[in-house]
């Protein structure tokens, strides 16, 4: 072999203070070459699992196989629509025996810390808690951080709770459009409780109304200027009012801000039929509260089912997420159209330099793409 060789950046003058060298390679006889020359290297691509052992792993509880299930439902590309609904229908008739409650509230309202109180005490009364947390995205890099399962620390690792945080992607009222299938999915895994957390409070949040039996709305102390801000909207909404984070110095504000509250649910139109709507005062450090909050839904449980209205709201929800779907489904094919996505562009042009109106450009469009269909 020949003599060792300084590198290319190695000062030639002061070869000593370079430590560094080069050294050929030599080839042992009998040694078989593995390696071509001028090899690309690709990266495997990791093996999807099918229908069969999706549908498998769900029934029987594997938490791994139950998150790859809620990312096929979960992704936008069209090569998993038709898999993710073959692998919902065989999974719907498993569906269904959950307690589905909705979580809203201001933000700083302690939605997080409350659903880890409340989800640790369901589990050790022996439920099994399946948490949707929905992440904000970001309206210019359309990212989220996801961070629920990081604040829920302590009920992330308790092995009858499952934790899946999703984005928004966008959507009005802070529920992923996926929401519902992640939903039944958990349930066909056999949870008990599915706790839907919201990114935050506003008349846009009724959409979580059409997708849980329960709706609770967490509010803070000191409530005169929240209530306005609120408006009606949304407290028509709730099944139950909790003022969060009645400790200390704080219990006695709680419990004027809960009289407050309770008046005016009072006099407002129940939210659901033949249940009086109150609030409560909870608090998830000393956990006062929490076990009344779990009553409080097992007794509107089954008087819902008793009087019918449980499952005719849940038949509703079915028919609501048809016309869900299709709305989601005529904005996918509009602007997916070859046609629309060519004009598109320079009507865009046209409307913002006072060329066009938007009127016409949006009738334009929609003449392209319902062109086809004549």
Request: aromatic letters at 6%; glycine letters at 10%.
């Amino acid at each position: 072999m020949s003599e060792d060789l300084k590198p290319e950046w190695s000062d030639p003058n002061e070869p000593d203070k370079c430590s560094s060298v080069i050294k050929r390679g030599q080839e042992l006889e009998g040694q078989q070459v593995t390696i071509e020359r001028n090899t690309v290297f690709q990266k495997r691509k990791s093996m999807e699992p099918s229908i069969e052992a999706l549908v498998d792993g769900v029934l029987s509880g594997n938490r791994g196989q139950l998150a790859r299930a809620i990312t096929l439902v979960e992704s936008n590309a069209e090569q998993h629509f038709h898999k993710a609904q073959e692998l919902l229908q065989k999974l719907l008739a498993h569906s269904g025996k959950a307690i589905r409650i909705g979580i809203t509230g201001v933000p700083g309202a302690g939605k997080s810390t409350f659903i880890e109180a409340f989800g640790t005490y369901l589990c050790d009364l022996g439920l099994r808690v399946a948490v949707l947390a929905i992440d904000p995205s970001s309206s210019l890099s359309g990212g989220s951080i996801l961070g629920d399962k990081t604040r829920m620390e302590q009920l992330s690792r308790n092995p009858r709770a499952f934790i899946r945080p999703s984005p928004t992607a966008g959507k009005l009222g802070g529920v992923h459009r996926k929401t519902r299938e992640a939903m039944l999915i958990c349930e066909a895994a056999g949870f008990d409780v599915i706790l839907i957390e919201t990114v935050g409070v506003g008349q846009s949040e009724v959409i979580i109304r059409d997708m849980v039996d329960f709706f609770m709305l967490l509010v803070l102390t000191g409530a005169g200027d929240e209530l306005q801000g609120m408006k009606k909207g949304i407290m028509e909404l709730a099944d139950a009012v909790l003022v969060h984070k009645a400790d200390g110095s704080n219990k006695e504000k709680a419990e004027q801000t809960r009289k407050e509250y309770s008046r005016i649910l009072h006099f407002l139109q129940p939210a659901t039929k033949g249940w009086a709507s109150k609030a409560y005062i909870c608090s998830s450090i000393t956990g006062e509260g929490i076990k009344e909050v779990w009553d409080v839904i097992k007794n509107f449980e089954e008087k819902g089912k008793s009087s019918g209205v449980f499952a005719e709201r849940r038949k509703g929800q079915q028919r609501d997420w048809i016309y869900s779907l299709i709305t989601d489904q005529l904005h996918y094919s509009f602007f997916h159209h070859p046609e629309v996505k060519l004009k598109l562009p320079q009507l865009e042009n046209e409307v913002m330099t006072g060329e066009k109106t938007a009127a016409t450009a949006v009738d334009i469009l929609f003449n392209t793409f319902l062109s086809d269909g004549k």
